[in-house]
Nanobody, 127 residues
Framework: QVHLVESGGGLVQAGDSLRLSCAAS????????MGWFRQAPGKEREFVAA????????NYPDSVKGRFTVSRDNAKNTVYLQMNSLKAEDTAVYFC????????????????????WGRGTQVTVSS
């Protein structure tokens, strides 16, 4: 079992940067891929970033590639999402999630691949 708590959201202007953190508890954390998703009002939850259990492999959709960077520190049980050059369309509630499988080298990008979810943190980008 893995418990996740996100932090770091807030209100920023377009072009600014934010770093989100996801603190995890549970012994399985260091063996599972971690993902970030976001959900805007009236829209489905969408994939933002994912990182393998060992931090070697990352995945991003085209919408954030080159602007967002996911990283993890297994010693601190924490995953990060660095967001640069923020746009108004990045406004959403951001969730971190833990993979349902262990030791997956290619981190998944689908919502149903993740069993553990935080409660989310709001990111608002004003244009």
């Amino acid at each position: 079992q893995v418990h996740l708590v996100e932090s770091g959201g807030g209100l920023v202007q377009a072009g600014d940067s934010l770093r989100l953190s996801c603190a995890a508890s549970g012994r399985a954390f260091s063996r599972i891929a971690m993902g970030w998703f976001r959900q805007a009002p009236g829209k489905e939850r969408e994939f933002v970033a994912a990182i393998s259990w060992n931090g070697v492999t990352t995945n991003y959709p085209d919408s954030v590639k080159g602007r967002f960077t996911v990283s993890r520190d297994n010693a601190k049980n924490t995953v990060y999402l660095q967001m640069n050059s923020l746009k108004a369309e990045d406004t959403a509630v951001y969730f971190c999630a833990g993979d349902r499988g262990l030791d997956r080298l290619n981190p998944p990008f689908r919502v149903y691949d993740y069993d553990y979810w935080g409660r989310g943190t709001q990111v608002t980008v004003s244009s």
